[in-house]
Nanobody
Framework: QVQLVESGGGLVQPGGSLRLSCTAS????????MGWYRQAPGKQRELVAT???????YYTDSVKGRFTISRDNGKNTVYLQMNSLKPEDTAVYYC????????WGQGTQVTVSS
């Protein structure tokens, strides 16, 4: 079992910033791809950003230029710096990792509203 714990969500105004963190623990023997999904009310979960242990990144088009994913392999931690937040970014953000199968954290709420 792998456990993923997110933190850093909250309420911000449009144009604001948040930094999410996710730390993995448990049956982790080496670094694997990690990233972030999000799920807005009434919508399916969507992939936001991923990063391999070697540093290769992926971003969905809607967040390119605004979000930055990074990771600290020694701490088994992945981060998501979110700038220029928009109301449509409002969602529960879930940390994701791949250790033989998909793992998700419990989620952290991000609300962007005036």
């Amino acid at each position: 079992q792998v456990q993923l714990v997110e933190s850093g969500g909250g309420l911000v105004q449009p144009g604001g910033s948040l930094r999410l963190s996710c730390t993995a623990s448990g049956s982790i023997f080496n670094s694997k791809p990690m990233g972030w999904y999000r799920q807005a009310p009434g919508k399916q979960r969507e992939l936001v950003a991923t990063m391999t242990s070697a540093g290769s990144t992926y971003y969905t088009d809607s967040v390119k230029g605004r979000f930055t994913i990074s990771r600290d392999n020694g701490k088994n931690t992945v981060y998501l710096q979110m700038n220029s937040l928009k109301p449509e970014d409002t969602a529960v953000y879930y940390c994701w990792g791949l250790w033989g199968r998909n793992y998700w954290g419990q989620g952290t709420q991000v609300t962007v509203s005036s």
